[in-house]
């Protein structure tokens, strides 16, 4: 694959259709797109944003984004699945950039064929990044054995190594574990993954049952409630904008299937054409409205991030609530724009395996990511008001 390989180049147009003819059928199934992942990675798709020397082609951000917009118009669960892969290199760009290469072993074991996933997620876990209920025992030799129940590990059924996190100590000693394990007999996934949407995702559960972590495969240690290590903003970077991109291609597709379906009605009783129909043109139109402002924020997102360490720095106090904004507003106009395609679809758009009803079972998940609407608004409130006393 040339190092300089384009979207067209990973993603061209050909596997595009594949992936989008399978998605009905993983969805009706509730089964992995594992066919789905292993022709990415055959495109060289996982490999995108390492280093040339490393056989990626060097994608930045503006890159990832537009190309992972592109992979969910034709198959969300796929794009999600695969997304979790995406972030951990994305965040190890973050990291260069900075001039920090703690993820330089990560790197490497991507070039080879490794396939990542993201194990933070926790029941009932509100501090996400800032605490853990997973146990991590500090073994003789520098391994850690991790205890706990990890939620929504898209990918699941996929990946060869799970970046977790666990806490090790008490009280002011208590630290957090973050690292790299590969699958073993300490870890299991779930079967527990039979949701409305994103079926394809496989985003089971996954227990981790004295888990072993290898003292080399730790590549961070910090206080609990640690906020500014340049990890973190890594973490919140790469998922916010890159998940965010996820529902902004649902949308996209849900305004092209809108139009096209909207474009081939008739009203029987007067033989007009629906798509010249004032209010069913306003109400699209301002769906696609909407579409066209995520075009803009994910370009300045992305322009912003590839900048890191030399225009940009990720100690702007805005960076936070730019980030929540966009991924919030990606999936609530996701949610809008889907429920737009099903209403000017007409009645058949209701039935089961119509892909207008798919993308807006889809569309749904965006309301369970971090950051949630709550969470999302507490932070632009902070931001401009300060803390609540």
Not at 152 to 164: A, I
Not at 236 to 252: E, I, N
Not at 253 to 263: H, M, T
Request: aromatic share 6%; net charge negative; glycine share 10%.
């Amino acid at each position: 694959m040339s190092p300089s390989a384009g979207i067209d180049d990973l993603l061209p147009s050909s596997l595009l259709e594949s992936i989008r003819t399978r998605a009905a059928v993983h969805d009706a199934e509730n089964s992995f797109a594992q066919d789905d992942l292993d022709d990415l990675a055959a495109s060289g798709y996982l490999l995108a944003m390492l280093p040339q020397e490393l056989g990626g082609s060097d994608w930045g951000f503006g890159q990832t984004i537009a190309a992972q917009r592109r992979l969910a118009a034709h198959a969300p669960g796929t794009a999600l699945a695969v997304n979790m892969h995406l972030v951990w290199t994305g965040v190890d760009r973050v990291l260069r950039a900075l001039g920090d290469d703690r993820l330089s072993g990560m790197r490497h074991a991507v070039a080879r064929g490794e396939r990542l996933a993201f194990g933070v997620s926790e029941p009932g876990n509100k501090a996400m990044l800032f605490d853990s209920f997973t146990t991590a025992e500090p073994l003789e030799n520098g391994d850690f054995e991790l205890t706990g129940t990890k939620v929504f590990t898209s990918m699941g059924p996929g990946w060869t190594r799970l970046g977790v996190f666990g806490k090790t100590g008490e009280g002011d000693d208590a630290r957090l574990i973050h690292g790299f394990i590969p699958r073993q007999p300490g870890v299991r996934t779930g079967s527990d993954w039979d949701a409305l949407g994103m079926r394809a995702s496989g985003s089971a559960s996954t227990r981790l049952d004295r888990a072993l972590l290898k003292a080399e495969d730790v590549h961070s240690l910090m206080a609990v409630g640690e906020k500014t290590d340049p990890l973190i903003f890594g973490i919140f970077a790469a998922f916010l904008s890159l998940t965010g991109s996820v529902y902004a291609g649902v949308a996209d597709r849900a305004v092209e299937l809108a139009a096209q379906n909207l474009s081939g009605r008739t009203d029987r009783s007067t033989g007009n054409a629906l798509a010249a129909d004032e209010l069913l043109r306003f109400g699209l139109s301002d769906t696609a409205m909407d579409v066209l402002l995520l075009d803009d924020a994910s370009v300045a997102l992305a322009s912003d991030l590839d900048d890191l360490g030399r225009a940009t720095s990720p100690k702007d106090p805005s960076w936070f609530p730019r980030l929540v904004t966009f991924r919030t507003r990606a999936g609530d106009v996701a949610r809008e724009a889907t429920a737009t395609a099903l209403r000017v679809s007409g009645g058949s758009s209701y039935s089961r395996g119509s892909e207008a009803e798919r993308l807006f079972r889809d569309a749904a998940a965006s309301s369970f990511h971090p950051s949630d609407a709550e969470s999302a608004h507490r932070t632009v409130a902070d931001w401009l008001l300060g803390p609540r006393g």
